[in-house]
């Protein structure tokens, strides 16, 4: 359900969140915009996202705590590399995601990031759609005046 004086997004007419996402229209696949102040909450918003385009719904029960360590060599590899863990949980253990606790930090040696998360987890009650997997096409994570946004192409 949609607030009064809200759009679908989250956006009232000419104010933008400081994080969100929102769908966007492509051909073929599906194609998500997220943005937040910073690169956690990037990761965030799009996990958030990703979990609404595939009508993914939880169940009433309890949660599960997860950790997850990943690395990358940028933003956007960062960004791939967690929605696709994310999306394997889905589909093999059947569970979704409803709180995250995440840290990225930067590299020296090796350059690159590092995501450190904690993630609360329950058991799928039901997904609308299927997402194969999430991809690189046009994938660029992009600084604007209030944080980063990116476009995230899904693979349905």
Known sequence: MVSPGLADNGEEAGFRKLAGFRELAHTADWELEAWAEDLSGLLEQAARGMLHLAGARLQDSPRRTLS?????????????????????????????????????????????????????????????????AVTYHRLQ????????????????
């Open 68 to 132: 997850l360590h990943l690395a990358a060599a940028d933003p956007e590899s960062l960004l791939v590399i967690f929605l696709g863990e994310l999306l394997f949980w889905m589909e093999q253990d059947h569970l979704g995601f409803s709180d995250y606790e995440l840290e990225v930090r930067r590299l020296t040696d090796p350059a690159g990031l590092e995501l450190n998360a904690s993630l609360q987890a329950q058991p799928l009650l039901s997904m609308d759609k299927e997402i194969k």
């Open 141 to 156: 994570v992009q600084p604007t005046p209030q944080g980063l946004s990116t476009r995230i192409v899904f693979d349905v």
